[in-house]
């Protein structure tokens, strides 16, 4: 089975059993993201999975405060961009903590508003930067996990993930934040149908 398959149908499986959901966004105002993030969800699949021409990712995370991303959960999502990604100048991670926004509820402009004012690290030279947005609150559909809404941007409803995760009968946090980040990073990927023509049908 193609590793690519095997990878969505265990994202699919994985995401099932949470009974969860995650959506793709396409927003129109960019604020003062530059066009090389700001694309279609999908546009960057082959600069993401490519040596050429950005031979390193760059990955900032920019979390709320009591919504610091699990240690586990970052080091999984690491292993599997080693595994599926080619950059020979590496994949780094770097966390911060941002202000509290002050919100329960987030759309996605609020999402790309928090964006334009946290992000420090965009894509420029050799190297293609990531950005993942954890907020402590849930999405318009309380049902959302996360978001994937441009070509190297993402939202984790933290607060949602927390509150179904980590108890009696239900999924680890570090594995439903794990799952959830790299469900996201599929999308960045070109899958499902995004990005990447599809080589066998789902």
């Excluded at 969860?20 to 129109?28: A, F, I, R, T, Y």
């Amino acid at each position: 089975m193609n590793v690519h398959i095997r990878f969505t149908w265990w994202i699919l499986c994985s995401m099932g059993m949470m009974l969860l959901s995650c959506h793709k966004e396409n927003p129109s105002s960019s604020g003062n993201i530059p066009s090389a993030n700001h694309q279609a969800v999908g546009a960057s699949a082959h600069d993401l999975l490519s040596d050429v021409p950005y031979s390193s990712l760059q990955i900032e995370i920019a979390y709320m405060p009591g919504y610091q991303p699990d240690n586990q959960a970052q080091q999984q999502l690491q292993s599997f961009l080693q595994t599926y990604l080619h950059k020979s100048g590496g994949i780094h991670i770097t966390t911060h903590q941002i202000p509290d926004a002050g919100k329960s509820t987030y759309s996605l402009q609020d999402v790309m508003q928090l964006e334009s004012s946290y992000r420090t690290q965009f894509t420029t030279g050799n190297q293609i930067a990531v950005f993942i947005l954890y907020v402590n609150g849930q999405y318009t559909d309380p049902q959302v996990l996360g978001i994937t809404y441009l070509n190297t941007s993402m939202c984790i409803f933290a607060k949602t993930i927390h509150d179904n995760s980590g108890g009696i009968g239900q999924i680890s946090r570090s594995t439903a934040e794990a799952t959830v980040l790299e469900h996201e990073f599929g999308h960045m990927l070109g899958l499902v149908n995004i990005g990447s023509p599809i080589q066998t049908p789902h």
